[in-house]
């Protein structure tokens, strides 16, 4: 104890006197800070402006971020509708593409670039179409209609006429090109190979349709590939076909003029009386019957009444020029072989199996000469008569034909209907 009260102060056992403390803080004392009770309402008040000014910021954000997400969608719905105007309304379609490709320069831009460069390709306007296909390539790169906006500007170079070297070489690099469909590498090489037909270039039309053949997806361009082929050579055939036939008919005709018994008359027809006739000559206006045997200068038959063996009947001035000049010059039972040249014949033109400015030949027997067939009768005289009801009948009495007078034959008027004398029923009718 005696320590204790050693170690203690005399103002400590003053119980009278408040204990020393260390300088009080600024605002609340300790005291103060431990008697002063959490108030939740003074809390709030102090958060509120910091809460709000944060609520008004986030409310801001999602405000900014709806009205941009709504001016995009609204803009996408004026740019798609703009589109599809543009692509169902025919009149103006090509000026709308054009301001909608200017306005958007992206891919749909692009695309509506490639409409306008189709409507002009449809109007022949190659220059102007070849230079929108190239502005579209641009923008579609890596698009799968990329291909197809590439084969519209190498063929409109090409059928533009001044750049035809500039289309091939689009249309060799398009055949290479891997990035795009197949499809659109397999039609390059077809109009590759057509342009090779064209310029009657074998090599590359062979090559082409090589490269073709070993493709399993071009089936189809390879089967119209050798159609047109064909088509091509049988197009080149038929229009020197009437040259070679003229040259042909000329040294055949030739050479017939100086066989014996062949007379040649002023029109250019040849003939050779096989079998002289004694009979009338026809007419033109006459109907004749004939055997005949007809065929070509390489000895093809296209027609005959002998292998059918039924002879034909017709008008001598309704057949072809050299059979109506012959057969005003022979007789009955006179049997020609007769040489036709074809402008006495069918000409350039042609007749089914008779290709154009074909020599005919003709073996021809006149069998007689149809007559023309007269009325047996003519309906020129009326009986009358009255049946047992009283109507008239009229009977036509057919009169020989040479006993017509060339005199109009008046026609006796019916007879008057005789007026009925028996009772008529009551309700009855006639």
Request: no cysteine.
């Amino acid at each position: 104890m005696a320590n204790d009260d050693k170690n203690n102060s005399p103002e400590d056992q003053d119980p009278q006197k408040e204990p020393s403390s260390p300088n009080p803080p600024d605002g609340l004392t300790a005291e103060e800070a431990a008697e002063r009770p959490y108030n939740e309402e003074e809390v709030f008040k102090k958060s509120l402006n910091p809460l709000l000014i944060l609520l008004g910021s986030i409310a801001l954000v999602v405000a900014g971020v709806s009205y941009m997400n709504h001016s995009e969608e609204v803009e996408q719905t004026d740019r798609s509708l703009r589109f599809l105007t543009a692509l169902s309304e025919t009149e103006g379609a090509e000026e709308r593409f054009l301001s909608f490709s200017g306005d958007y320069q992206d891919e749909l831009g692009g695309v509506a670039q490639y409409q306008a460069g189709v409507i002009q390709y449809r109007d022949k306007r190659y220059s102007e179409a070849a230079e929108n296909f190239k502005a579209a390539m641009e923008r579609l790169e890596g698009n799968p209609l990329y291909g197809r906006v590439a084969l519209g500007h190498a063929v409109s170079l090409i059928k533009g006429g001044g750049s035809i070297g500039q289309g091939k070489q689009a249309l060799v690099a398009l055949a290479g090109n891997e990035e795009v469909l197949p499809t659109d590498r397999a039609e390059a090489r077809f109009l590759l190979a057509l342009q090779a037909i064209g310029e009657e270039d074998e090599l590359n039309y062979e090559k082409y349709r090589t490269e073709l053949g070993e493709d399993q997806n071009a089936s189809y361009f390879l089967v119209r590939l050798e159609e047109l082929k064909r088509t091509k050579n049988l197009l080149a055939v038929a229009k020197s076909l009437p040259a070679v036939n003229a040259d042909n008919g000329a040294k055949f005709l030739s050479e017939i003029k100086t066989k014996k018994g062949v007379t040649e008359t002023e029109s250019g027809l040849l003939y050779e009386a096989l079998k002289e006739g004694t009979g009338e000559m026809p007419t033109a206006e006459d109907e004749v019957e004939v055997h005949y045997h007809g065929s070509l200068i390489n000895g093809e038959v296209f027609d005959s009444s002998v292998d059918r063996g039924e002879p034909s009947k017709f008008r001598v001035g309704g057949v072809i020029k050299g059979w109506t000049e012959a057969l005003q010059l022979m007789k009955v039972g006179a049997k020609w072989k007769l040489y036709i040249p074809s402008d006495l014949a069918y000409g350039e033109r042609g007749n089914n199996s008779i290709g154009p400015n074909e020599v005919l030949i003709f073996e021809v027997e006149l069998l007689g000469i149809t007559p023309e067939e007269e009325p047996e009768s003519l309906l020129t005289d009326v009986n009358q008569t009255v049946d047992p009801q009283g109507e008239t009948n009229q009977t036509l009495v057919p009169v020989p034909a040479k006993m017509i007078e060339p005199t109009n034959v008046e026609v006796p008027k019916p007879l008057p209907k005789p007026e009925r004398t028996e009772p008529v029923e009551e309700n009855s009718t006639e």
